[in-house]
């Protein structure tokens, strides 16, 4: 199977500016609204039946009959015919310069069809967001548009719902916070239908990035969400990410915030503390408590490691964890198998022989110490490569 | 077909195909503007992979030539003699604009050849006049519109697409990106100033890591903690072995190596002498 | 034709990417096959150098397939070029060579055949393992021309006397010619705008474990020394066998006094010296060897600089 450059096929930013649509007629306007006629008539469209030679006044009347054509029973492939039709007309029309269209047909494809024509109104609707004479705002509502269509029907492979595309798009787009936040939403709830949670969560925190100070006050339900399906997720130990985000942060004084505290920065103690304190509130949000209890306690061991090193006995351990010593041993393997700590356990001397620890907090500090590691490689392989490359010359 | 909808297309284009279609245009009769060709590719499913194409025959001074269906079957049936898999997925031209000889041809090809291959033909567009300084690449899905009983057009409507490589690909065309910076022009490496190569790539990478490092420390760019995860996280892969037993394996390797180097040197020892000794007698 | 006669000498071969892309594509399709693929170069001479712009794939011809079918299928495909415009001399071929293991004797044939019609001709190895690995390999060689006449004459003219006089040894047999890529600038316009994600660039090839390779490399070589080894044997069998002769007829001559001129006429017959053994399987066994050293040195080197590098990482740890 060959590579494929970028995970999804996309058109760079360039081309999408330069894509065009082509169509090449082969009757006159007048004569191809005729037949649109003549043919939504034969559906029961109230529509006259009469061409004039202007071609707005036809294209006005054919769309009153464009909402039989789409509850009809018609088959698809005649379905896409005529709707590609009504799409050249139109096309014709915002070349002469009337604008609007755009936005009536999206409202007009929200709220009539079935499921069978759902697909061809997204082929439509994609068509159009190609012209060029469309404006951003109108490819705006027609992405819009689509993305409640794919919901609604439950088309997820037809529209873009690549998070990286979708941003590139709307900054060509210029496309307000506030319009980000309603596609960002969509486009979760279309990732969470298809059981696709982590992308659904990875489109929480674009969404969350989208909030800026002055709707700040709207985000509170988005952050939490966000924050009870991080700690949910059983195969994220490391949150501290997500106090970057401004909506958290702005949680601040909630008991959901002191909670997500606790797991990024306290241990075992401290969370136990506040499970008896708050029973209800523990409760109230779905967090099952064994849960939390193994990954406190995976993080408690983490963080006693880090400090105490190759000293770490496991008498330590054991009492920092409450837990009896067997049952230590299955932690440090499964701490181990999460990435979270590397290391050998010495079962004679009873310790923790360790290798490299991961810290709950990444900080600058950290990225520093990267930097230098980085910075020592760099220098060795330019010594090495110079060496290679005077013995290459003489070989 | 399981694919109802051209939205659920993926299409793949390799490069070897747009790199024919520019040197064919290079070699285009004088008094023509554009030339015009048909795709040939592989259909799974979903995924449609444009692999070669043919060129049309150009059309002499005095007139078009009339497309000849018979000789394009005796192409095709060559071609699928060593390619047994592939099949017609569309045609191409190029230009700026798809033009009615296109059209023509691309609703020949819809009717003629076997739609069961692949549901929606695909018109490929390339730019090779370079407007705006770039050379565009468009893929388009064909289409008629009309109303049952009355054909009203055609229409082409633009499909995203991806460039694809097999590994070998994509080191000819690595190879061939990194000559445009030297001229152009270039011999083929040995396996040594592979290694080299690769190792200045290396540098490079490192080097754009390290300026972003140095751009957080700075201020300049907003920290994200998540990059710097994954940063740690690729570091930390590299796999630590001790020194003592990191040495041992330098040194076993070395020794085969040597070991090697060796017997290589004896045997065109060998080689020589006999060769010597034959011409003696 | 009097083109063979000017002795034009190719210092340079040079390809245009779309063909070494066409070739990459053929090697692919073929590559669950157990035949190699296989295929014919086209293009021009200019100046000292090969040009080649075009190439087109041998399907698999069966064994049912005549001669006039392989022409046939040559010549459609000639023409249906001619009409695009495409260069359509033939220039030499191709063929891939996975772990650069080559049948020597049907490269003599080939080339041969393809150099003795058209002078500029070359063959192309080319490596598709290596190449997807991130190396592109690409060796062009040719026949000198003091092989292509000993050639031509038939196989029985390698003695080792002729071989002497002509001055070859295993080392010459084939020139190999310094390749170079071109592409032409609207290529380049196209070229420069892939993004080629860096990442998904093959390095496989970096990895330190040479020794699978190793082995397979030192197995041939042993095949070949094995091969050699019988040829050497096969001389000195020769050898012997004359020895034995020049003594029976010096043996005979003693016996036979005054009347030996009159008898040599009949003698002549039976004693006739044993023949000359042909010593062109020697040479390119030789050769053969000799290739297979030459890439185990230059494979030794690069595993010698990975080496080098992982220590320059490895250095400061701890």
Redesign the interface.
């Known amino acids: 199977m ?5 995970e ?5 930013t ?2 999408v500016a ?10 006159s306007d007048s ?2 609204c005729l ?2 006629k ?2 939504l008539l034969s559906l029961g469209a109230n529509v006259k039946e009469e061409v004039s030679d202007d071609l707005p006044t036809d294209f006005n009347d054919i769309m009153e009959g464009i909402t039989t054509l789409l509850d009809s029973q018609v088959d ?1 492939d ?1 379905m ?3 709707l ?2 009504l ?2 007309l139109l096309m014709k029309c915002m070349k002469s310069g009337l604008t609007g269209y755009i936005s009536k047909l999206c409202s007009m494809f929200e709220q009539n069809g079935k499921q069978d024509n759902a ?2 109104r ?2 439509i609707l ?2 159009l967001s ?1 012209y060029e004479l469309t404006s951003d705002l109108e490819k705006t509502e027609i992405f819009v548009t689509s993305l409640k269509l794919a919901k609604q029907y439950k088309l997820h ?3 873009m719902t690549d998070i990286q595309e979708v941003s590139k798009l709307l900054d060509t787009w210029k496309v307000e916070r506030d319009g980000r936040i309603i596609i960002y939403r969509l486009i979760r709830d279309i990732f969470i239908d298809s059981q696709r949670n982590d992308e659904a969560a990875v489109v929480m925190l674009e969404l969350l990035r989208s909030y800026d100070d002055h709707n700040i006050a709207s985000s509170v339900e988005d952050a939490k969400i966000c924050v009870i399906d991080a700690l949910k997720n059983p195969e994220i130990y ?1 949150f ?2 997500l106090l ?1 985000l401004k909506p958290i942060s702005n949680l601040r004084g909630e008991l959901l915030y002191d909670l997500l505290n606790i797991f990024i920065h306290e241990d075992l103690k401290s969370y136990v503390a506040f499970y008896e304190k708050s029973k209800e509130f523990m409760q109230s949000i779905g967090l099952s408590h064994e849960e939390n209890l193994r990954k406190m306690r995976l993080l408690t061991l983490t963080s006693h490691i880090a400090k105490a090193g190759d000293a770490a006995t496991f008498d330590d351990l054991a009492a920092a964890l409450a837990l009896e010593e067997d049952s230590l041993e299955q932690y440090i393997i499964d701490a181990i198998s999460c990435k979270l700590i ?1 290391a050998k356990i010495d079962e004679k001397e009873k310790k923790v022989i360790v ?2 620890v ?1 810290s709950r ?4 500090a ?3 110490q ?2 230098e ?6 220098n ?6 110079k ?3 005077t ?2 010359q003489t ?1 | 077909m399981a694919v ?5 297309l ?3 284009i ?1 490069p070897v195909v747009v790199l024919t279609i520019c040197d064919s245009y290079e070699r285009r009769n004088e008094d023509i503007e554009k030339i015009h060709g048909t795709l040939l590719g592989k259909v799974e499913k979903e995924r449609i ?1 444009i692999r070669n194409c043919f060129i049309d025959d150009n059309p002499t001074a005095s007139g078009k030539k009339k497309f000849n269906l018979e000789e394009f079957q005796r192409l095709f049936d060559l071609h699928q003699r060593v390619y047994p898999n592939e099949v017609i997925v569309g045609r191409f031209s190029t230009g700026d ?2 033009d ?1 000889t296109a ?1 023509a041809m691309q609703a020949l090809f819809s009717r003629v050849i076997e739609s069961s291959y692949v549901a929606f033909p695909i018109h490929l567009l390339v730019d090779t006049n370079l407007t ?1 300084s ?1 050379m ?3 893929a ?1 899905v064909y ?6 009983g ?9 499909i ?8 070998e ?2 080191s000819a065309s690595q190879l061939f990106q990194r000559n445009l910076a030297i001229g152009g022009i270039a011999p083929v490496h040995n396996d ?2 592979h ?2 190569a690769t ?2 790539k ?2 490079e990478l ?2 754009e ?2 300026k972003y ?2 751009d ?2 700075a201020g300049n760019t907003p ?4 990059i ?2 994954s ?2 996280d690729a ?2 892969a590299v796999p ?1 072995i001790d020194q003592s037993v990191f040495k041992d394996m330098m040194n076993n390797s070395t020794q085969d190596l040597l070991m090697v180097t060796y017997l290589g040197s004896l045997v065109r020892t060998q080689l020589a002498l006999a060769e010597k000794l034959n011409t003696i007698l | 034709m009097s083109r063979a006669e000017i002795d034009v000498p190719i210092k340079k071969v040079s390809i245009d990417g779309q063909v070494i892309l066409q070739i990459i594509r053929h090697c692919q399709s073929e590559r669950d096959s157990t035949d190699l693929a296989q295929g014919v170069l086209l293009g021009m001479l200019v100046d000292n150098c090969t040009e080649v712009t075009y190439c087109f794939p041998f399907p698999e011809f069966t064994e049912a397939d005549t001669d006039n079918d392989i022409e046939m299928y040559q010549l459609d495909m000639m023409k249906y070029l001619r009409s695009i415009n495409m260069d359509h001399m033939q220039v030499g071929w191709y063929r891939a060579s996975p772990f650069d293991l080559n049948v020597i004797k049907d490269m003599l044939d080939s080339q041969y055949t393809y150099q003795k019609q058209i002078h500029e001709s070359v063959g192309l190895l080319f490596d598709p393992i290596k190449a997807a690995q991130g190396n592109l390999s690409m060796k062009a060689y040719r026949l000198s021309s003091k092989v292509m006449e000993m050639y031509g004459q038939g196989s029985t003219e390698f003695t080792v006397n002729s071989i002497l006089a002509a001055g070859l040894s295993y080392e010459n047999i084939f020139e190999e010619i310094p390749v170079e890529i071109r592409n032409s600038s609207l290529c380049n316009v196209y070229l420069a705008q892939l ?3 860096h990442s ?1 660039a093959p390095t496989s090839y970096l990895t330190l474990g040479t020794d699978s390779h190793l082995e397979k490399s030192l197995r041939l070589l042993s095949e070949s020394l094995d091969e050699l080894h019988q040829e050497a044997g096969k001389l000195s069998v020769y050898h012997k066998t004359l020895r034995m002769h020049h003594q029976k007829q010096q043996s005979l001559l003693k016996k036979r006094g005054d009347n030996a001129k009159a008898r040599d006429d009949d003698d002549s017959k039976q004693n006739r010296p044993p023949p000359a053994p042909y010593r062109l399987d020697n040479l390119l066994v030789a050769n053969q060897t000799n290739k297979f050293c030459q890439e185990l040195n230059q494979y030794v ?1 690069q595993s010698f ?1 990975k080496l ?2 992982a ?3 490895e ?2 740890e701890s």
């Open positions: 060959p590579t494929v450059d970028g999804t096929a996309s058109l760079s360039r081309d330069n894509a065009s649509v082509t169509y090449i007629g082969s009757v004569d191809q037949h649109l003549i043919y698809t005649e896409r015919s005529a590609y039709s799409c050249t697909g061809i997204l082929e994609q068509t190609f492979d037809r529209v490391l501290d990410y970057a590397s290798k490299w991961k907090t990444f900080g600058k950290e990225l520093k990267i930097g590691r980085l910075l020592k490689w760099k060795n392989l330019h010594l090495i490569r060496n290679l490359s013995i290459s070989v | 109802s909808s051209p939205l659920q993926s299409v793949v390799h992979e604009q798809i009615d059209l705006d770039h565009g690449i468009q388009s289409h008629r519109y009309g109303v049952p009355n054909d009203n057009g055609s229409i082409f409507t633009p995203r697409y991806a460039m694809g490589y097999y590994p690909e994509m040594m100033q290694v080299i190792s200045t290396i540098d490192l080097d890591v390290l490092v140095e957080v420390t920290f994200d903690s998540k710097g995860r940063l740690s570091i930390m630590q | 993004k080629l994600n998904s080197s600089s080098f590098l220590e320059a990482l250095n400061n």
